[in-house]
Antibody, heavy 120, light 108 residues
Framework: EVQLVQSGAEVKEPGESLKISCKGS????????IGWVRQMPGKGLEWMGI????????RYSPSFQGHVTISADKSINIAYLQWSSLKASDTAMYYC?????????????WGQGTLVTVSS | DIQMTQSPSSLSASVGDRVTITCRAS??????LNWYQQKPGKAPKLLIY???SLQSGVPSRFSGSGSGTDFTLTISSLQPEDFATYFC??????????FGQGTKLEIK
């Protein structure tokens, strides 16, 4: 069974750093892109970026480039999303999702989400 | 970025109704269009990929159509568990693979 399990909720202060994780199991983690999606409170879905764990090829949305870093450790089947200096506006639910490629490119499996709250 | 616009933003309907949600792309995306369902407090779930292909395990009352810039998601006979928010997403060649703003389907 394909599963993506994300790390738990975080409460941080502005200016702090944070790294959240997404662990894949039940499939060949190295051969599927993993994407990150932001959902701000009461809002829609925003595509942040994707990483191919096999070679760490990473692509970002221009809206998020420079604000977050996506990485992966293929030896332990984990993808990461990190911030070096959080802002209150980073408060959101963050989802990881597996991207299947081809004519059916889509996010077919999703993690349960990690709620990040940034507040002083 | 390719802009995706859904309509309506919200919709009230009754169990048994036939419902259609539309999604329009700012440029042609062939049939590179996906639909997701999200229930409160849950992660999105893939319903339809490549505009009209039903994801495994999704009930056949869900269907998708369209190509180019205009797409529709149809639920043929609403069930109580279908009340949720629906998002379209384009997966055409250019990143980012943007989402529509969502359509909230509520019980009338």
């Amino acid at each position: 069974e394909v599963q993506l399990v994300q790390s738990g909720a975080e409460v941080k202060e502005p200016g702090e750093s944070l790294k959240i994780s997404c662990k894949g199991s039940g499939y060949s983690f190295n051969t599927y892109w993993i994407g990150w999606v932001r959902q701000m409170p009461g809002k829609g879905l925003e595509w942040m970026g994707i990483i191919y764990p096999g070679d760490s090829d990473t692509r970002y949305s221009p809206s998020f480039q420079g604000h977050v870093t996506i990485s992966a450790d293929k030896s332990i089947n984990i993808a990461y999303l990190q911030w070096s200096s959080l802002k209150a506006s980073d408060t959101a639910m963050y989802y990881c999702a597996r991207q299947v490629e081809g004519p059916n490119t889509s996010f077919d499996y999703w993690g349960q989400g990690t709620l990040v709250t940034v507040s002083s | 970025d390719i802009q995706m616009t859904q309509s309506p933003s919200s919709l009230s309907a009754s169990v048994g109704d036939r419902v259609t949600i539309t999604c329009r792309a700012s440029q042609s995306i062939r049939t590179d269009l996906n639909w997701y369902q999200q229930k409160p407090g849950k992660a999105p779930k893939l319903l339809i990929y490549a505009a009209s292909s039903l994801q495994s395990g999704v009930p056949s009352r869900f269907s998708g159509s369209g190509s180019g810039t205009d797409f529709t998601l149809t639920i043929s006979s609403l069930q109580p568990e279908d009340f949720a928010t629906y998002f379209c997403q384009q997966s055409y060649s250019t990143l980012p693979y943007t989402f529509g703003q969502g359509t909230k389907l509520e019980i009338k």
